[in-house]
């Protein structure tokens, strides 16, 4: 059932979508060395416990975004020194995809700062994903809202995932964007689910939200009808000239818990440390990795914010012993992480996204 040769049959930790708030936070909350053993035990036995995925992302359309995201730099409400780019034509996109394979990428995640995506640019994005498999790599693509047909579209080309996070928990949503609803995030989820794409989504941590904050996020993500199947979590990158430049640095040791618990909370997802590493002592990314996450971003650039040098990164995984996935190692656990999802959808489909501001009271 699970790659991991360690893990034992009958072991493996239910999938609920029924946490209360409270059990999330007594997770965060516990002594690290309890939390960290309790996530590290549930990862060994859903995962290789010495393995990461490498993904890549690049930024297909850059800036002009009519939304007020308060973290980013991409934002047409903020003046940052970014410069913006219309949709890529798709071979400089074939090229990047080329490049981030050779380099050992086995996703290729692909991002436009749009609200949504007009049905005029949508041929080109298909041709982005029908070029980047053919290349031999999975695709992923992150271009706002989508509605029901176009998720359908993004289907039919072949996509693998659709990213779209959830940034933040319900009460604290409002502190960072106003120009579209936490539900119009969970219905663009709801239509990729739909529609057969596996599900890519996460959050920010560091963006002055509370430890309660962390869990509310966290229980969203856990209580959605099926975990999704890639769980990115991000340390909030500061830029100049966004609303949160100034906002206080995170002890990182949160980011650790948050892993960590997200780990606990969604056994098979893939967990990955995102945006922030760059800049991240290896101790702490160490600990991150100690706690469950299992992919990270590699490459010059996390859309507009910098990498740490692949080369470093290398040097970090050998250091801890840890390999990197092949692309048939991807394709087969995305295959089992997909079928664990869609067997829990099976046997217990709600239909309904649980309520954690309810939850809360
Ligand atoms: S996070 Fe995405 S939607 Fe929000 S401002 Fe940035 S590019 Fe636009």
Same mark, same amino acid.
């Given at each position: 059932?699970?790659?991991?040769?360690?893990?034992?049959?009958?072991?493996?930790?239910?999938?609920?979508?029924?946490?209360?708030?409270?059990?999330?936070?007594?997770?965060?909350?516990?002594?690290?060395?309890?939390?960290?053993?309790?996530?590290?035990?549930?990862?060994?036995?859903?995962?290789?416990?010495?393995?990461?995925?490498?993904?890549?992302?690049?930024?297909?359309?850059?800036?002009?975004?009519?939304?007020?995201?308060?973290?980013?730099?991409?934002?047409?409400?903020?003046?940052?020194?970014?410069?913006? /780019?219309?949709?890529?034509?798709?071979?400089?996109?074939?090229?990047?995809?080329?490049?981030?394979?050779?380099?050992?990428?086995?996703?290729?995640?692909?991002?436009?700062?749009?609200?949504?995506?007009?049905?005029?640019?949508?041929?080109?994005?298909?041709? *982005?994903?029908?070029?980047?498999?053919?290349?031999?790599?999975?695709?992923?693509?992150?271009?706002?809202?989508?509605?029901?047909?176009?998720?359908?579209?993004?289907?039919?080309?072949?996509?693998?995932?659709?990213?779209?996070?959830?940034?933040?928990?319900? =009460?604290?949503?409002? =502190?960072?964007?106003?120009?579209?609803?936490?539900?119009?995030?969970?219905?663009?989820?709801?239509?990729?689910?739909?529609?057969?794409?596996?599900?890519?989504?996460?959050?920010?941590?560091?963006?002055? =939200?509370?430890?309660?904050?962390?869990?509310?996020?966290?229980?969203?993500?856990?209580?959605?009808?099926?975990?999704?199947?890639?769980?990115?979590?991000? #340390?909030?990158?500061?830029?100049?000239?966004?609303?949160?430049?100034?906002?206080?640095?995170?002890?990182?040791?949160?980011?650790?818990?948050?892993?960590?618990?997200?780990?606990?909370? *969604?056994?098979?997802?893939?967990?990955?440390?995102?945006?922030?590493?760059?800049?991240? =002592?290896?101790?702490?990314?160490?600990?991150?990795?100690?706690?469950?996450?299992?992919?990270?971003?590699?490459?010059?650039?996390?859309?507009?914010?910098?990498?740490?040098?692949?080369?470093?990164?290398?040097?970090?995984?050998?250091? #801890?012993?840890?390999?990197?996935?092949?692309? /048939?190692?991807?394709?087969?656990?995305?295959?089992?992480?997909?079928?664990?999802?869609?067997?829990?959808?099976?046997?217990?489909?709600?239909?309904?996204?649980?309520?954690?501001?309810?939850?809360?009271?």
């Amino acid at each position: 059932m699970h790659a991991n040769p360690a893990a034992m049959p009958g072991q493996a930790s239910p999938h609920r979508h029924d946490w209360s708030r409270q059990e999330v936070e007594r997770l965060l909350n516990a002594p690290l060395n309890d939390l960290l053993f309790e996530a590290q035990t549930v990862h060994r036995r859903h995962h290789q416990p010495n393995q990461v995925q490498l993904s890549t992302l690049l930024s297909i359309k850059t800036g002009a975004c009519p939304e007020d995201c308060a973290y980013c730099p991409q934002s047409g409400h903020y003046n940052t020194a970014l410069e913006r /780019e219309k949709l890529l034509e798709v071979e400089r996109v074939l090229e990047a995809a080329r490049t981030a394979r050779d380099k050992g990428a086995t996703r290729f995640c692909m991002g436009a700062a749009w609200r949504s995506p007009q049905d005029r640019d949508l041929p080109h994005v298909i041709e *982005m994903v029908k070029g980047v498999k053919a290349l031999g790599l999975e695709t992923c693509m992150t271009l706002g809202m989508l509605t029901e047909s176009q998720a359908h579209r993004l289907a039919d080309a072949g996509l693998d995932y659709y990213n779209h996070n959830l940034d933040t928990s319900p =009460e604290y949503y409002g =502190e960072i964007i106003t120009t579209r609803t936490y539900q119009d995030r969970l219905e663009t989820l709801g239509h990729v689910r739909d529609a057969g794409i596996n599900v890519c989504a996460g959050g920010i941590v560091g963006m002055g =939200e509370s430890r309660q904050d962390r869990a509310g996020l966290l229980q969203q993500l856990a209580n959605l009808p099926e975990h999704p199947e890639s769980v990115p979590i991000n #340390l909030l990158v500061k830029v100049a000239g966004t609303p949160l430049d100034q906002v206080e640095a995170l002890d990182p040791l949160e980011l650790v818990r948050t892993i960590a618990t997200a780990r606990i909370l *969604m056994p098979d997802s893939q967990l990955r440390l995102s945006a922030g590493r760059e800049g991240m =002592e290896d101790g702490i990314q160490a600990l991150c990795f100690f706690a469950g996450a299992n992919s990270v971003f590699v490459g010059e650039k996390l859309l507009t914010t910098p990498l740490p040098e692949t080369s470093d990164d290398m040097q970090l995984f050998k250091r #801890l012993g840890i390999q990197t996935e092949t692309h /048939e190692e991807t394709v087969e656990a995305s295959a089992r992480t997909a079928a664990l999802v869609e067997a829990a959808r099976q046997e217990q489909r709600s239909g309904q996204y649980y309520d954690a501001t309810q939850a809360r009271a």
